[in-house]
């Protein structure tokens, strides 16, 4: 019996807006003036039955309106982290489109510098590492798309960039340029592919240069997938509960957790939006368990894999391994062998 609890995880997939705490919303509604009771709260920013990715991307609608102001994005960001390390999860790189939070005035710069602020304040508290992506929405254009990864590179907690969004018809083909700043500027990309839209969009993200596919669910089964992963060393950030939620697999059998595993492709386990979801990183450890019959060995596997995908530096990626291997031996379960 594995006690999941215990196990240490890395995050790489985890969106701010879809995962600020219940409470936490109502109190930033609360700052904003308005009362909300817990259940109202969960009815509107939870999408547990959502039919498609679009249904279920509308219930990010309510928390980000009390994500406009530096001090609600700093609590927000201090929340989450909170969170996550109460879980174990002993690395996070939570993410964010900064062009979501300027509606009341903020620049870019601005939200990118408070959420940081938040970083730091929780790093100081809790034992995680926490590093930053900035997100690059589908729906706007190319230009913006690299004015979101320029303002984020200058930030030393932002470690690399995204694009995210409804999927279908928005084709990575529509940010060339978006990739081409980021291959210029040593700027990493995972970009959200293969969740609602087809194997092609996979592919062209790899090779266009992405060193993580987010979901890519539509990779399963796929040869020239693992071919193309294998080649250029990407890996898949799986979030079974997201996947369900947005219809994008019929059940937890049908992610390709399994089948990028069994073929060599580095993987990790990710929450994707905890309130949207109603998850966290205990529960989608434990549905990867009971779902693919994962050993002790497997986690320790894939969270080395995650450790290897994750876009902080090389001194970092060593503490990280140091902490799993101190972590793991104390299942008396001997690591040492399997390096
Ligand atoms: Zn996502």
Redo the contacts with the bound molecule.
């Keep these: 019996m594995i006690e999941i609890k215990k196990i240490p995880k890395i995050e790489l997939?985890n969106?701010l807006d879809g995962s600020v705490p219940l409470l936490t919303l109502k109190e930033l509604a609360q700052r904003n003036g308005q009362n909300y009771s817990l259940a109202q709260i969960s009815k509107l920013s939870q999408a547990t039955h959502s039919k498609n990715l679009n249904e279920y991307l509308q219930k990010f609608d309510f928390p980000l309106r009390f994500l406009q102001t530096k001090e609600n994005l700093m609590l927000a960001t201090q929340a989450i982290i909170a969170q996550a390390a109460k879980n174990g999860v002993i690395y996070l790189e939570l993410?964010f489109a900064p062009t979501l939070h300027t509606h009341q005035g903020l620049n870019l710069d601005e939200v990118i510098a408070a959420i940081s602020k938040g970083v730091l304040n929780a790093q100081q508290k809790y034992p995680i590492i926490v590093r930053l992506i900035t997100i690059a929405m589908r729906d706007q254009s190319e230009t913006q798309a690299v004015a979101t990864f320029a303002a984020g590179i200058k930030n030393d907690l932002v470690v690399g960039g995204d694009l995210?969004g409804e999927e279908a018809g928005y084709p990575p083909e529509k940010f060339v340029a978006a990739f081409s700043w980021a291959k210029d500027h040593d700027f990493p990309l995972t970009i959200?592919a293969g969740?609602d839209g087809g194997v092609k969009n996979i592919i062209t993200a790899i090779n266009y240069g992405a060193k993580r596919i987010?979901?890519g669910v539509a990779g399963k089964d796929q040869q020239s997938v693992i071919e193309l992963a294998q080649k250029y060393q990407v890996a898949f950030e799986i979030?079974l509960k997201?996947n369900l939620d947005t219809q994008a697999i019929p059940n937890l059998a049908a992610s390709p957790l399994r089948f990028y595993y069994d073929n060599q492709v580095a993987i990790s386990i990710n929450t994707?939006?905890q309130t949207v979801s109603a998850t966290d990183e205990n529960q989608e450890y434990q549905r990867a368990l009971e779902t693919f019959n994962l050993s002790l060995n497997d986690f320790y596997q894939i969270d080395q894999m995650a450790v290897n995908a994750a876009f902080c530096d090389s001194a970092t990626k060593i503490k990280l391994k140091q902490i799993l291997k101190e972590k793991f031996q104390e299942f008396s379960f001997n690591p040492k062998k399997l390096d």
């Design positions: 997939h969106h993410r995210a959200h969740e987010g979901h979030c997201s994707d939006d």
